[in-house]
């Protein structure tokens, strides 16, 4: 009897407990998942951010920025396949822009720099993004290295004359000693490297072609060609870079695989915006064909050029991994055709294709 | 017997009690929750519709500037959006490189219009296509061009938005070369 009258309070606490802790798992749960949602927003917000503020600057022909992030978050760019973003653990998204930074970044505050890309005409912006972890130490004896960091030269107001790399990024020059900590990305213009790559030192080396690099003589960008070497410590690789935008790009690029990622995606921009041109050469022949008896052939020559550059787009977007100069220079020598014959239709007062 | 069945019973009634206790508090937390959840669907339904707006006139300015569109003299950029190579994105952005482009503008709709000088009558509203480009009237037998174009299968927001622009139509009939006129840009984002 005494056993039954004892049931009910006994049972009742059983049930209690049990609803008690059914109740609170639901609350932790829930609290949980708000967290995790919360981080996820966060992400999101980051992505949104950075997208929005690329896609903002791709209008500038020259600009910086600092992006400041939510938190500190770690950003992947080209990883583990090019063309592609992630914030932490969001979802990654696909990007068609030519990003050239270290594949991994983790600031609060990112550094951003776009130049416009043309080759003869604008094909794209290049963005530049570091995350000040990263120091750049150029070296070099000629005027590009002075004009890359922006030293001031005697008689010259620094820097209206000439672009370099801005000051938001942590980039020295020569006399600078290293301070121990801190990676440093060397940079050695038309000389050879004098410091051995390591897992804090990161060697780079830029040939340019001739004298064209500098902004001596208000040269176009375009003519700016050169080859990049990377060097690791377990060997060096080496490719091309069309352009002064491209030769920024090696400077911040974390290695060959990074840089031939963009180099892919500044290519395919490249095909469709020459295509576009292609197609304009094509249709102001036919105007030209029926306003009058005859018609002007250089248009007729510009697009059979400027749809052999297609091919060869094609061909080189392919093998973007094996450029080598021969590639560059036939590139180059296309570009060179395509602006002359786009020159003769100005001299002769003939309405230009770009 | 009597004594069993009374205890039993107060047993049976303190379990009720608490059963009822239970219940109540379950619908109360759940009609807490489901309140929480609208409000919070509803913030975030308004949140996802700034972001999209934002986003529309990032893109409205990125667009004007890309060099698809985007007028150029002697390899210089120019403040204007040049009408034949709209003509051409018609060709390359929504046809054969579409693919490409979705990447870039998502699902959206773009858009140009002439609003300046108007059109009036049968050509307003009129897509100008390569047909339209041959004739003789153009450009005033049309006043429309379709950049790009990608609709969800159901649409439940659209965020439109648009920013005028100056037109260039490069080589058009002699009278007209080098001819500027004033349209919009329009851009349709879907959800």
Known sequence: MKEKRGIAPVFQYIFVAIAGIIILSFFVQSALRQSNISKEVGNIQTVNALEDNLRALEVATNANKEIQLAAKQGITVNKPVCGVLRVENSPQIRTQEAIFSNTELKADKLKVWTVSWEYPYRIMNFFFLADGQTEYIVQGTGRLAEELVGIQRQGEPCCDNFEFIPKIFNVKTNSYTPQSGQVKKYVFINQEPTVAPAPTAEVLKIQTDGEKCDEQGNREDSECTGVVTFYKEEGQETTVFFGKAMLYGSIFAKDKKSYDCSLEAAFERMEKVTKVYEKRAEKLFAKDMQDQLSPNPTYLRIKESLHTLITTLENKKIKVRQLTQADLQEIAQQKEIIQNLNEVLRSEGKGQVF | ?191
């Not at chain 2, 109540?24 to 949140?47: A, D, H, M, P, R």
């Open chain 2, 1 to 191: 017997m009597r004594g069993k069945a009374k205890y039993s019973k107060k047993g049976q009634i303190g379990l009720i009690e608490m059963i009822m206790v239970i219940f109540i508090v379950t619908v109360l937390i759940v009609v807490g929750i489901v309140f929480y959840t609208g409000v919070l669907k509803q913030s975030i339904q308004k949140k996802g519709g700034e972001i999209l707006s934002q986003k529309a006139e990032v893109e409205l300015r990125a667009i004007q500037g890309m060099p698809e569109i985007e007028c150029s003299k002697n390899v210089r950029r120019e403040d204007c959006i040049d009408t034949l190579k709209l003509l051409i994105a018609k060709e390359v952005i929504d046809g054969e490189e579409k693919g490409y482009y979705a990447t870039i503008f998502g699902r959206k709709r773009v858009l140009v219009k002439q609003v300046y000088p108007e059109l009036q009558g049968q050509v307003e509203n009129q897509e100008c296509t390569q047909e339209k480009y041959n004739q003789e009237v153009y450009p005033n037998n049309c006043d429309t061009w379709i950049i790009y174009e990608s609709r969800p299968a159901t649409i439940t927001e659209v965020n439109k938005i648009s920013v005028p622009v100056s037109l260039y139509f490069p080589n058009a009939a002699e009278d007209r070369k080098n001819e500027y006129r004033i349209g919009e840009l329009i851009i349709e984002s879907y959800r």
